[in-house]
């Protein structure tokens, strides 16, 4: 028996093991144990044979002992040495089948099954590729303040307010969004949220039951489509023309309307206030709800901004979705939702329920951050910056891919649309800039149904203009390595209709 114990159990000693002679004792012989070189009903040895066998305490090899009787590994009784414990005992200890049979694979509800489908959201290990959309650039946030909002925040302490809505935040972001995207709300509407993404899971939850049909854009938002399928939504793609989402002689009747109109995601469309009075018409008249995310509306550079659709509704019908990742920074990780005012009370309801919660520090650190100006004085600083580097991403773009791309200026938001033509394969060409160290997220992996265009969506608001001269470089680089042979497509790339 003592050789048997001496074989299983080797203790490095001094500086071998960082780990103390308790805890390597207690590891290898649970580990000999569960692994059946111990069987049940073996006995070990006594703890003073133990002890002179490895050369350790006695004290040591006692409180090993009777840790593992506690924990159910071995079976010890006055006057006898201890035991292994038997098979069965052990079995519930460790959640093995002793039987030997495979284990039947945990079951998954409908909605995991649904989420392990989605491609969404796109994943980046490690640093952000050049030319990732939807990504402000955070070295030119102003830290410090931000800083000294969130300490003077955290300084305070509980105020005592027990609402998961601050009103402080509630009412400086209401001030914002009135002043600068029209919308007409009262605060206790603003439903604050861990992102804009949680707002739209939410909402889902809260309209749809499981097969009621939903519409999204197509090309459109993929996080819109993650959610509203999550959900159970019967999804229907809905194609998109010069003015946006196109309803014109549509009979089909959805429960809700997922629209992009300020800067339609991906193609930077602008939903004309024609269509939006259309759009408006229809939900009214079949009952339907309009979700509107508005998710990088705040950057503006050509013409007049066009007020947010929630602003133009009068029937109560508009689930406005916002965020502060865009104009701050990612890492601020919070969104909120304008909810319509007779449901106010369900939403927030909802949202203890779901727990999607904003830490009261940080909405007491937004509300400041906003109050004294310092909110829209980013968001006007990095207009200018976004709208140069738009502008400079447009001209590398021409002078190293002009051949090969077509890009309809957008009029604003943090990224842009660069169409190819239909004979090439945007995945293949999205997988190798990827290897190349830029990013081209795929057009085609947008559509809901046939896919309708190849292109490449490509961000100029987090990378300044050498890194955009490099990723430009790389993009013509793979496009001209992967252009079809001569005599397949000889004409200029031309923009899908619709």
């Not at 490690?126 to 410090?144: M, S, T, W």
């Not at 993404?197 to 993929?222: C, H, K, M, T």
């Not at 990780?333 to 830490?359: C, M, N, T």
Request: charged share 25%; hydrophobic share 40%.
């Amino acid at each position: 028996m003592g050789d048997i114990l001496a074989g299983l159990i080797d203790i490095a000693r001094g500086s071998a093991s960082g780990e103390t002679l308790t805890r390597q004792l207690y590891d290898q012989l649970r580990a000999a144990i569960l692994s059946g070189a111990l069987p049940p009903g073996h006995r070990l040895p006594s703890s003073r044979d133990c002890a002179l066998q490895l050369g350790l305490a006695r004290n040591t090899v006692s409180s090993v002992i009777d840790q593992l009787a506690m924990e159910g590994y071995l079976d010890v009784a006055q006057g006898r040495r201890p035991m292994v414990a038997a098979a069965e005992r052990k079995a519930l200890l460790t959640g093995r089948n002793i039987a030997g049979k495979t284990p039947k694979p945990l079951g998954l509800s409908r909605w995991a099954e649904r989420v392990q489908k989605s491609d969404w959201p796109f994943i980046n290990k490690g640093r952000p590729l050049l030319l990732a959309p939807a990504l402000a650039d955070a070295r030119l946030f102003p830290h410090d303040i931000w800083a000294r909002c969130l300490r003077r925040a955290a300084r305070r302490g509980s105020t005592g307010d027990p609402a998961i809505n601050r009103a402080s935040l509630r009412n400086a972001l209401l001030r914002h969004l009135i002043a600068y995207r029209g919308v007409r709300a009262e605060a206790r509407q603003i439903i604050l949220m861990p992102s804009a993404q949680s707002a739209l899971e939410l909402i889902a939850r809260v309209l749809l039951d499981a097969g009621d049909l939903a519409w999204v854009e197509s090309p459109g938002y993929g996080g819109a489509y993650a959610a509203l399928n999550a959900a159970g939504a019967t999804m229907r793609g809905i194609s998109l023309d010069g003015s946006g989402l196109s309803i014109k002689g549509r009979r089909d009747r959805p429960r809700l309307i997922f629209v992009t109109p300020s800067h339609q995601h991906p193609t930077g469309r602008l939903m004309p206030v024609s269509r939006r009075q259309q759009l408006l018409a229809f939900a009214n008249d079949i009952g339907a709800a309009i979700v509107e995310d508005d998710y990088d509306s705040e950057f503006h550079y050509d013409g007049r901004p066009v007020a947010a659709l929630q602003g133009l509704d009068d029937s109560g019908r508009v689930f406005y979705v916002g965020t502060f990742s865009k104009p701050m920074f990612a890492d601020v990780r919070s969104g909120y939702a304008i909810v319509p005012p007779d449901l106010a009370d369900l939403f927030e309801k909802a949202q203890r329920h779901g727990s999607h919660i904003v830490p009261a520090p940080v909405q007491d650190a937004l509300a400041e951050f906003i109050d004294d100006g310092h909110f829209a004085a980013h968001i006007r600083k990095m207009t200018r910056i976004y709208r140069s580097r738009r502008d400079h991403l447009l001209q590398a773009l021409q002078v190293h891919a002009g051949d090969h791309l077509t890009i309809e200026p957008p009029a604003g938001g943090m990224q842009l649309l660069a169409h190819l033509d239909l004979d090439r394969d945007d995945r293949t060409i999205s997988a190798r800039l990827a290897e190349l160290g830029v990013t081209g997220r795929p057009l085609s992996m947008y559509f809901t149904g046939p896919v309708a265009g190849q292109g490449l969506f490509m961000g100029f608001s987090a990378w300044n203009e050498q890194e955009i001269d490099k990723a430009a470089a790389i993009v013509g680089q793979v496009l001209r390595a992967t252009a079809p042979p001569r005599g397949r497509s000889g004409k200029p790339p031309k923009r899908p209709k619709g």
